[in-house]
């Protein structure tokens, strides 16, 4: 249990740095598609916030205590956090497209060592989250490709 709230802990700590890196460009973009990218990105963020929600639930039911500070998100994130320099629309599609990528191979570890250990309600909760994860890959690198075209 311990092992799960701690990956638990680090993925909460993923959702809440990846939020900040969508909403952090929002109104400061420049580019292709900007207002397609910015409503595309404030969508991310409120989902990222909901997966950490999840996230945030299942440790308290697990028994443990959720990372609850920015600092604490920072000393214990899996995929770190990008910050904005480069207002570009391509840019940060790209950038948060790294980030994606990044999540979904955390919760594909987090799948396997839940359905390994036999707690299929993590399972479930970690495949859902990593499903959305991959839709989000998916909308980014649909806004680039038709970055390319334009």
Same mark, same amino acid.
């Given at each position: ?11 909460? +700590? %993923? ?5 900040? $890196?969508?909403? +952090?460009? *929002? ?10 990218? /910015? ?11 909901? @997966? +950490? ?6 440790? *308290? $039911?697990?028994?443990? *205590? ?9 000393? =214990? ?8 320099? %480069? ?7 790209? $950038? ?11 919760? %594909? ?6 359905? /390994? ?6 399972? =479930?909760?970690?495949?859902? *989250?990593?499903?959305?994860?991959? !839709? @989000?890959? $998916?909308?980014? !690198? ?9």
């Amino acid at each position: 249990v311990k092992a799960t709230i701690n990956m638990l802990n680090k993925a909460l +700590a %993923d959702e809440y740095l990846a939020a900040n $890196q969508y909403l +952090a460009p *929002i109104g400061l973009a420049v580019g292709k598609l900007r207002p397609e990218v /910015e409503a595309e990105f404030q969508k991310h963020y409120e989902e990222e916030l909901k @997966h +950490a929600e999840m996230l945030k639930t299942r440790i *308290i $039911q697990l028994g443990g *205590i959720p990372l609850m500070s920015p600092e604490e998100w920072y000393t =214990h994130t899996n995929c770190g956090y990008t910050k904005p320099t %480069d207002y570009n629309t391509k840019v940060l599609v790209s $950038q948060n497209l790294e980030s994606e990528r990044k999540a979904e191979d955390v919760y %594909d570890a987090i799948c396997k060592a839940c359905k /390994e250990a036999g707690d299929l309600i993590t399972f =479930h909760i970690a495949r859902k *989250i990593w499903e959305d994860e991959q !839709e @989000h890959e $998916q909308d980014l !690198e649909d806004f680039l490709n038709d970055m390319e075209i334009i």
